[in-house]
């Protein structure tokens, strides 16, 4: 949340920023594809921003920001991978936040740097606790952001993570910029979370860890996800609905 004069309101709890990437087909969940294509995946993946930025904006205990990434796009002649200019990704994730949401650019070569380019935006924005969480998790209950926040703030925890059962982690916080936390992650296996809790043990900090929560980022874990309905006011619902529709069309084209 910001006050009235724009400025970030430091003293609403930790900040919580969300990575999250321009929904655009061929970019996003990609492990999906070819059971679902291109553009099916990237009108699913928007629904669980939709999802997320709807649950996470009814915490009252922490300011929200969003880290986005553009799409990469390929210019003819050229042999390297370019971002479309960032003004474009910009104002789509205009359009999905609620006021008051802040938002930036995602900058660093890999997800270890933009990673620590982050929690230094947040700390140099006053904040005494920072949390980061996944885009790929549209029914995660706000409650275990909240806890993570109370971890930092009053259980005297240097490092919060929330595990996934993939072996990753869909949430990480801090109080102060750590950044060899995440040199020399395995970015991306089974390996992850923990790499990261060798380097917090090399580093003597105390890690809380929240209960597990599963990423959808295969076919199989969206099946899992598609069957089991949200209650009436869990988050997640417009992704339930979606994914629901795009698997009974794969059903009917197999």
């Known amino acids: 949340m910001q006050t009235k004069n724009g400025k970030p309101n430091t003293e609403n709890g930790p900040l919580l920023i969300i990575f999250a990437k321009e929904p655009c087909p061929g970019q996003v969940k990609t492990r999906l594809c070819p059971h679902l294509s291109p553009e099916a995946a990237a009108r699913l993946y928007q629904c669980f ?16 920001a969003v880290a986005y990434a553009g799409a990469l796009t390929v210019k003819p002649r050229l042999s390297a991978n370019q971002y479309r200019p960032p003004d474009i990704a910009l104002k789509l994730f205009r ?70 059962p993939d072996g990753g982690y869909f949430l990480v916080g801090m109080k102060k910029s750590r950044p060899q936390l995440f040199q020399g992650i395995s970015w991306s296996s089974a390996a992850v979370l923990a790499d990261t809790l060798e380097k917090a043990r090399e580093s003597s900090l105390t890690v809380h860890l929240l209960p597990s929560w599963p990423d959808i ?38």
């Open 49 to 64: 921003l939709e999802d997320i930025l709807e649950e996470m904006g009814r915490l009252p205990d922490v300011s929200l």
């Open 95 to 164: 359009k999905l936040v609620h006021p008051g949401v802040m938002l930036f650019t995602q900058e660093g070569a890999g997800l270890s740097e933009r990673l620590v380019r982050a929690f230094d935006w947040g700390f140099a924005k006053g904040f005494d606790a920072v949390l980061i969480r996944n885009s790929d998790s549209p029914d995660l209950p706000g409650e275990l952001i909240s806890a993570g926040g109370r971890a930092l703030a009053r259980g005297g925890a240097d490092l919060v993570l929330g595990p996934s």
């Open 217 to 254: 980022d295969s076919i199989a874990d969206l099946r899992a996800f598609a069957a089991n309905p949200p209650l009436p006011d869990a988050p997640g619902r417009r992704s339930y609905l979606c994914a629901r529709e795009l698997l009974r069309s794969v059903i009917s084209n197999q």
